[in-house]
């Protein structure tokens, strides 16, 4: 008995600071391994993020506007041209099948191409790992010619699912096809252009092409770090670098 | 569970198993497995850095566009590097920040003595699109290939359509991404009215801006843009495959149930997230490379993305089945590296990719828009990919692809005015199957099926 409890005590005395150690390390491993795992879960965010905005544009080339509506949070905004702001899912539904589809049918329309692509995804996941940020192009080709509008979108994860919480879609420029953007441009729209008319009014006023507007970039610069400058109160006039 | 009261539990628990046990040799296995661990942890965070290095530099790209749209020349020209160069074209480098923002500014219609901005009237459109982005093993260097694809003009004076491609060098700056140099390889500016298909070869291939702004050096090699065919040299050419690499798929073994079996499970979970975030910016890469080679009629290497028994289905086709025929079904639509004045440019944009949990397999949805002009006649195209990917032992490959035709028009008209039926299969060279779905394409509409569910509520279509 003494003989084992001597060989126990000798086997501890090696065994003993190598586990200890080991311990140690192991609580230090974990911590590791989740701080890595999480810049991984932030890699999978910015896939996550883009795809809802790139699957809003798949959806609104067909007319589905309740796959559209679903994509938004209880508590979303929604604001495109110059309409005004529509409060939750419902009256996302509303802009978007009585002020984009007419309030006809759900569904594409044979005849009427509205292809809303989604170009460039710049997503940003902000530091509270829930609340993401994209800036992103709309460049519309359909049966009335082109698009190019801007969105500058929020997102949110409500329980492990990033759907959007405010969606805003300033225009750029819009132009019928047979001359293109040089001349039969298309200005922006406004609350009473069409129905439905908006739960609140539009939160910026400004004209698209051929007038100069730039919706703020949500990023600092990439490399500098610093935020956007205004643009000259020149711009958007003829006098602008004279 | 508490951290620390779980690192006393496991070192408790150690200490006993190696008493219980006695043995010498199960401390030095432990020993043993927990180096193993270091070593993953470190494979794990930089193969992170890795992938956080490819979405940082689609990031510079991207922010690149939205500043030159808009007139932000001097925050465009801030993402270079301090002794960056600018190939413009045939016109020739021009070196340094400073110098780059006076070239974007002049050919962007901005003004060096204003603020951010542009005059009443002008447009600038310049689209950033369908990146393939290589990183360096190192992580010091990076490449990237890009799209512009540009809307340019002057309010009732001009509307004009830009080409271009871009190759670009990057260098991580202490962590800071930077472009280090841009070759700028503009392969047309073109005018609305007529298009790119009414434009002639010109004799000098010189930029108004570049008379009154010389460049501080010449083009290495020049180049004949549109209508010729130029390739803009590819920075992947050299069978260099890593942008469309990731981690091979793994069968991870049960683990012990023990503390270190607990951490090496973890660890096996954070391994195959991170493939995953990998496989989707491979799987990027691979569907704008198969883009940029059929963009210049380089079938066989647009084939050579297929995995051996991979399918091919271009609308009402038919499925053409292996890399040999696929690329020759390719080659239905002109000769390997196509001819004088015939343009196929096919825009990859709008990816929605789904790795599957396994890492195994993947599926995306892609929007495609189609520029095409031969024999003098321009036509537009747009449609929806819904393709699928293999992990082929850590290269991903297609393992089909199925383009969903939604319109084909003709340029003058457009395709509201004219638009055209999709061809039916070839009867020169007919598919191994028949068309997988039937359907016409515009003035018809129909929806593409979805790969995925609403992204929000998990709700398959339910044929809205």
Known sequence: ????????????????????????????????????????????????????????????????????????????????????????????????????????????????????????????????????????????????????????????????????????????????????????????????????????????????????????????????????PPPSPRAGGEAFGR | MSLSLKAVRMAAGLSLGLILCGSVFAASNEAARLATLQTRLKAITDGTTYVESITKIQRLGRAFGYYTDKGYFGEAADLFADNATFQWGMDGIYKGKARIRELLTRHGGGSMKEGPGLPFGRLNLRMQLQPVVTVAANGRSAHARWREWGLLGQYKKEATWGDAIIEDDYINDGGTWKIAARRYYLNFEAPYQGGWASLKAVPEFKSVVAKDFPPDAPVPQAYAPFPAVFVPPYHYADGNLRSIQSRPPVDFPKRPDDALGKLEALADAKELALGRAESVRAIENLQAMYGYYTDKGQWQQAAALFSGNGSWEFGQSGVYIGNARIERALGLAGPQGLEQGQLNNYVLVQPIIHVAADNRTAKARWRNDVLLSQAGKGRWGGGVYENEYVNDNGTWKIASLHYYVTFWGDYDAGWAGKSFPMDPPSKEFPPDKPPTVVYESFPKLQVVPYHYNNPVTNKPWAGE
């Open chain 1, 1 to 228: 008995m003494k003989k084992t409890n001597a060989m126990l005590a000798l086997l501890a005395s090696f065994a003993a600071p190598a586990a200890f150690a080991a311990g140690a390390d192991l609580a230090a491993l974990e911590k590791q391994l989740n701080a890595v795992g999480q810049r991984i879960t932030r890699l999978q965010d910015l896939t996550d993020v883009e795809i809802v905005q790139n699957a809003y544009g798949y959806y609104v080339d067909k007319g589905q506007w309740r796959s559209i509506s679903d994509l938004f949070a209880d508590d979303s905004t929604l604001e495109i041209g110059g309409k005004g702001v529509f409060l939750g899912k419902q009256r996302v539904f509303e802009y978007m099948n009585i002020g984009m589809g007419g309030g006809g049918p759900i569904g594409p329309k044979n005849g009427s191409l509205i292809d809303h692509q989604q170009f460039q995804c710049l997503p940003t996941i902000m530091e509270d790992g829930v609340t993401a940020k994209a800036r992103c192009i709309a460049f519309v080709m359909s049966s009335g010619g082109w698009g190019h509008n801007y969105y500058e979108d929020v997102f949110t994860k409500e329980d492990g699912v990033w759907k959007f919480r405010k969606l805003v879609g300033p225009f750029n420029m819009y132009s019928g096809y047979r001359q293109g953007w040089v001349d039969s441009v298309i200005v922006n729209t406004y609350p009473e252009k069409f129905a439905p008319y908006p739960d609140l009014p539009p939160s910026r006023i400004y004209l698209t092409y051929p007038s100069y507007h730039v919706e703020p970039f949500h990023y600092p610069n990439p490399v500098t770090g610093k935020p956007m």
